[in-house]
């Protein structure tokens, strides 16, 4: 059994069953949540260390990476079944959606740098944090996360069915009889 109904036969029927009907979102949603740790520990590697008064920039190199490792992750398994195009195809069209995604997670990071002006010595150091957090971290990968998800499934990987899924393991129903113990002579015998 796959790692996937493994995991979804820990929960509730009618959740496993809401979430077995939306496996490639759940799958994205899954790719997005790594990618995000991916995003953040680079973002803030690089803003501890060598881009410390550079927090744009270190978060658009955190997320260009970030979207590489998103690629093969996505491509292999949260849209495995979808394609119809050539593979440059497919990866020129990636490049740009997430080129345009890059965009989007910074611009709220830059807006409340360069615009409201939330950066030392105008705000203190921690109100910094917690905006650059706030509008870069939050914002604005929520911004990118949904137009990515759009994006994918209309433009980078518009066919369903394409390439051929592994079969699927069905959960039978929970509520179904459970034969009855043996009773006390059929016992003995063993």
Same mark, same amino acid.
């Given at each position: 059994?796959? *790692?996937?109904?493994?995991? *979804?036969?820990?929960?509730?029927?009618?959740?496993?069953?809401?979430? #077995?009907?939306?496996?490639?979102?759940?799958?994205? %949603?899954?790719?997005?949540?790594?990618?995000?740790?991916? &995003?953040?520990? /680079?973002?803030?590697? /690089?803003?501890?260390?060598?881009?410390?008064?550079?927090?744009?920039?270190?978060?658009? @190199?955190?997320?260009?990476?970030?979207?590489?490792? &998103?690629?093969?992750?996505?491509?292999?398994?949260?849209?495995?079944?979808?394609?119809?195009?050539?593979?440059?195809?497919?990866?020129?069209?990636?490049?740009?959606?997430? +080129? %345009?995604?890059?965009? *989007?997670?910074?611009?709220?990071?830059? !807006?409340?740098?360069?615009?409201?002006?939330?950066?030392?010595?105008? !705000? &203190? &150091?921690?109100?910094?944090? !917690?905006?650059?957090?706030?509008? +870069?971290?939050? @914002?604005?990968?929520?911004?990118?996360?949904?137009? #990515? *998800?759009?994006?994918?499934?209309?433009?980078?990987?518009?066919?369903?069915?394409?390439?051929?899924?592994?079969? #699927?393991?069905?959960?039978?129903?929970?509520?179904?009889?459970?034969?009855?113990?043996?009773?006390?002579?059929?016992?003995?015998?063993?």
């Amino acid at each position: 059994m796959r *790692l996937t109904d493994r995991t *979804l036969n820990l929960l509730p029927e009618q959740v496993a069953s809401l979430l #077995r009907k939306r496996r490639e979102t759940v799958k994205f %949603i899954i790719v997005g949540g790594f990618c995000y740790v991916v &995003s953040l520990v /680079l973002n803030y590697g /690089l803003r501890l260390t060598v881009m410390e008064h550079k927090p744009v920039t270190a978060l658009t @190199i955190a997320n260009v990476i970030a979207t590489v490792v &998103s690629y093969f992750l996505n491509r292999e398994w949260s849209f495995r079944t979808r394609g119809g195009r050539r593979r440059h195809h497919e990866m020129l069209l990636y490049t740009v959606v997430n +080129g %345009i995604g890059v965009a *989007l997670n910074s611009a709220p990071l830059w !807006v409340a740098q360069y615009i409201f002006g939330l950066h030392t010595p105008n !705000v &203190s &150091s921690a109100v910094e944090e !917690v905006s650059d957090f706030v509008f +870069g971290m939050v @914002i604005g990968v929520a911004v990118a996360m949904v137009f #990515r *998800l759009w994006a994918y499934r209309v433009w980078v990987f518009p066919h369903d069915d394409v390439r051929p899924a592994p079969k #699927r393991y069905e959960v039978p129903s929970q509520t179904a009889s459970v034969p009855a113990p043996s009773s006390a002579s059929d016992t003995s015998n063993a």
